[in-house]
């Protein structure tokens, strides 16, 4: 199975942020196209009670790691299993967290490793603000150091476009936001039913450049479509799509 959702985007303003989070980011929050792991990325989490806004690493480090060098990038959890797995488990019932962003990337790969891959741009269909499902940690070194991660969760793809990944991240409902970060009340057994796939319609795949591929591309223009390259012996999919 393929590592996914290592790329996303976040272009709305600080203002739309907030409004859409029922938070305060104080600083402002400038356009990113192409965020990577191991940046700094925006959170919000519940902290003391309350909601409240975050700069964490992409790239999870669990608090019983004793030398985040010798320990493997996490950018990912899947949500069927975070809440028993060891790097997971405490995060998923301690420290729920929400991601926005405005749109992911992923690639369509030839079925035989060959060939070229072909990037999509994958975002609301309505366009707007989506509140992915995170789990972060604080990580603490016997010198002192602290460090803030996280991880974005992922669930199965739908059929649609399983021909891209067959995972996706999870875009928590804004009406179940209170719910999931409530984690002095609710267990991850009462958050797991909203760890799953929108509606068929929620996203579109828009087919971009090979710009996206390098990490120093970090304007508008890495999301200008393209036609999509031939799928050769990979699962055909059309310019633009319907997905979960």
Not at 155 to 174: G, S, W, Y
Request: glycine fraction near 6%; proline fraction near 9%.
């Amino acid at each position: 199975m393929r590592n996914m959702c290592g790329r996303f985007a976040l272009t709305a303003s600080t203002e739309q942020i907030n409004q859409y989070l029922d938070t305060e980011f104080n600083t402002v929050i400038a356009p990113r196209y192409n965020v990577a792991p191991t940046q700094p990325i925006n959170l919000v989490a519940s902290l003391n009670g309350r909601r409240g806004a975050m700069l964490v690493r992409w790239g999870l480090i669990p608090g019983w790691v004793k030398d985040p060098d010798d320990f493997p990038l996490i950018i990912n959890a899947r949500s069927e299993t975070a809440a028993t797995k060891p790097s997971f488990r405490a995060a998923m019932r301690h420290r729920r967290a929400l991601i926005p962003a405005t749109g992911f990337y992923e690639w369509r790969r030839p079925t035989s490793g060959k060939g070229h891959s072909q990037a999509y741009l994958v975002r609301p269909r309505e366009g707007g603000l989506v509140a992915l499902a995170a789990v972060w940690e604080n990580w603490m070194g016997p010198d002192g150091t602290e460090i803030d991660t996280a991880a974005i969760l992922t669930t199965a793809a739908n059929e649609a476009f399983a021909p891209i990944h067959d995972r996706l991240p999870v875009a928590i409902d804004p009406q179940n936001f209170e719910a999931w970060l409530d984690v002095q009340h609710a267990e991850p057994r009462d958050v797991q039913p909203m760890l799953t796939a929108p509606d068929d319609e929620f996203w579109e795949a828009v087919p971009v450049g090979d710009a996206v591929n390098k990490v120093a591309n970090n304007t508008a223009a890495v999301q200008t479509q393209v036609e999509p390259r031939p799928p050769e012996d990979a699962a055909a999919g059309p310019t633009q799509m319907s997905l979960l």
